[in-house]
């Protein structure tokens, strides 16, 4: 009798927000943020790329059991200009908050009258649409669509969360200061809104909010978010596996975390590929494999993150890889790595602190991609 094989579903997730069964720990992050927001707190959240403040920020929302606080979650990358970024603003703020095609149309010809909004609509108008409009911007067009979510609040008696991801992309936009204090002149008197920033560019970040010189600057509750320590990664590993039928050990789970630096992206993007390749029981010679075809996948990446690096920035990186963290002006390293001088290294570490290939941490350099470093180390010689 032919029995059809049980499918198992892979217990880690990658490429997209760990949300449900696959995020771990972050639980008095996720305590902080979640007050934050239930309690009318502006909230920014900072960290490398690939630690998981998106996860974070979903897992939050997704609790916030309140019928009485709705919540609008924002992608600003696809934004270039003030115009996309007004466009979608207002588009996902209404379609989050009604929930009808005629109320839809309702809120933007009430609040937006004077900015004459026009509806597209996708192959289910339902819940596939976007808003445009005949830019002929006025005094209070700006204005007018930055207001909206605190307009819609007090109309319908509710708290609104905003939620912005890949915040940083305003700093491209054009006179971006300027913007940036358009946005905090409105959104800082707005009682009933509550807006939560995160984006994957350190650097940019801290300079839009951490700057007593940008109009960001104290907007609201900072965090800092750490590492999940791989003493939190190593039982969720080994519970993944056991859930599924399968063996690994702590040591080797500790292995995936070490391999990859703890950083939340990549401890699952491993550990699904070792889950992969793992009939039963977890070897060595699993983990070796998912290690070398993690790097082969992103390999093209690599590459052309190589290929746009001066001769100076890609010996300081090789450094960086091979261990020193530190005393990068030590005539030895210098010499080693044909470095120039002390001068051309501050110049040569600002210019990869820019590009988010390095940040410094207690005083030492540290990799921003813990795989890029593993790269270079396997193959830069």
Request: with cysteine; hydrophobic share 40%.
């Amino acid at each position: 009798m032919f029995i059809e094989p049980t499918y198992m579903e892979n217990p880690f997730v990658f490429g997209k927000a760990a949300e449900g069964i696959y995020f771990t720990d972050r639980q008095e992050d996720a305590k902080r943020l979640h007050a934050n927001l239930t309690h009318g707190i502006n909230t920014i959240l900072i960290s490398p790329r690939r630690w998981g403040k998106t996860s974070l920020v979903k897992k939050v929302i997704g609790e916030m059991d309140n019928s009485a606080i709705k919540v609008v979650f924002i992608d600003v990358f696809q934004c270039k200009s003030e115009y996309d970024f007004y466009k979608l603003f207002a588009t996902s703020v209404i379609k989050k908050t009604s929930s009808k095609l005629e109320e839809w149309m309702e809120m933007a010809k009430g609040f937006l009258a004077n900015i004459s909004p026009k509806f597209s609509f996708g192959t289910d108008p339902m819940n596939d649409f976007s808003i445009s409009f005949e830019w002929n911007p006025q005094d209070d067009t700006e204005e007018a669509i930055l207001s909206l979510p605190a307009k819609i609040a007090e109309k319908k008696g509710i708290r609104i969360v905003v939620c912005l991801d890949e915040f940083q992309q305003i700093a491209d936009f054009s006179d971006s200061t300027t913007f940036q204090k358009k946005l905090r002149s409105i959104w800082q008197h707005q009682q009933d809104v509550t807006y939560c920033m995160f984006g994957s560019k350190k650097h940019l970040m801290e300079n839009i909010f951490n700057d007593k010189s940008m109009p960001f600057y104290k907007f609201g509750d900072m965090m800092f978010l750490k590492k999940i320590p791989a003493e939190e990664w190593v039982p969720f590993i080994c519970e993944k596996f056991h859930e599924t039928g399968k063996v690994i050990t702590e040591e080797q789970a500790g292995r995936i975390c070490e391999l990859t630096e703890d950083i939340s992206s990549y401890v699952q993007h491993l550990s699904w590929l070792v889950w992969y390749k793992t009939d039963k029981v977890v070897t060595s010679k699993d983990i070796d494999a998912a290690i070398g075809d993690l790097l082969e996948q992103n390999k093209v990446f690599f590459q052309r993150e190589v290929e746009q690096l001066s001769e100076y920035q890609f010996n300081f990186l090789k450094a960086l890889a091979n261990g020193v963290t530190s005393g990068f002006s030590r005539k030895d390293v210098i010499r080693k790595y044909r470095l120039e001088s002390s001068a051309n290294i501050q110049s040569v570490k600002k210019s990869l602190i820019k590009k988010d290939l390095i940040y410094v941490e207690n005083q030492e350099v540290v990799f921003d991609d813990s795989l890029f470093k593993l790269w270079l180390k396997k193959y830069s010689d």
